[in-house]
């Protein structure tokens, strides 16, 4: 099932994975979203497959449906409102699906404003993941240098904080820094193994060493 809307301007939609998206940066002409600047690119168009894990529909005057989009390395919603609700209305909560859609960013969240819903096979998530490895390995790093810094501070902070507790749990270092990828706070926790900032007392677990 495939939906379509008109859009008179055409970007180049760009393939991502969702926790790619979150780190970027909204570039803002006043208060109004002009693009999100990632690496070296200007995006305003993305093309994303993710499961859908939860559904929202107003009740009231004012239409509207809520998506909840993940695709293992982040979440992001996709926001539709009045008449264009019913032309997503078949797709719940539980299907793999592809997105064509327009970024938006309102009180300081980034979302998707859907032009296109495809429903997938499952298996297109891992497809769309190794495609987009394959593809940053050859020619494109979606981090600039300062962003790296950015995870790495954030996640020596949580660790540091932690520190009293004994130490915390990987996976919760990734569900406390939501908006970065979990591949690349894999990435920087074990380089920070490796530099003897921190240590692993057990399996998934670690402590600040400084």
């Not at 989009?69 to 409102?81: A, E, R, V, W, Y």
Request: no cysteine; hydrophobic share 35%; glycine share 8%.
């Amino acid at each position: 099932m495939a939906i379509e809307t008109q859009q008179f301007k055409r970007n180049v939609a760009y393939k991502f994975r969702i926790g790619d998206l979150l780190i970027g940066k909204p570039v803002l002409d006043g208060e109004k979203f002009t693009f999100l600047e990632l690496g070296n690119k200007q995006i305003v168009r993305v093309n994303i497959i993710g499961n859908i894990v939860d559904r929202y529909d107003s009740q009231g005057e004012k239409k509207y449906t809520f998506l909840t989009l993940d695709d293992g390395s982040g979440q992001i919603s996709l926001k539709t409102f009045g008449d264009d609700i019913e032309k997503f209305k078949n797709f719940t909560q539980g299907l793999t699906v592809a997105i064509i859609g327009v970024l938006r960013y309102f009180n300081n969240q980034l979302y998707i404003s859907p032009e296109i819903i495809k429903e997938q096979d499952p298996k297109y998530l891992l497809v769309r993941k190794l495609e987009l490895e394959k593809e940053r390995s050859s020619n494109f790093t979606p981090m600039q240098r300062e962003q790296i810094t950015a995870v790495r501070d954030n996640i020596l902070d949580k660790i540091r904080d932690a520190e009293n507790a004994g130490g915390i749990d990987k996976e919760d270092l990734i569900m406390q820094l939501r908006n970065f990828s979990p591949d690349i706070i894999n990435q920087e926790i074990k380089k920070l193994l490796e530099d003897g900032i921190i240590f692993e007392p057990r399996p998934g677990k670690v402590r600040w060493l400084g």
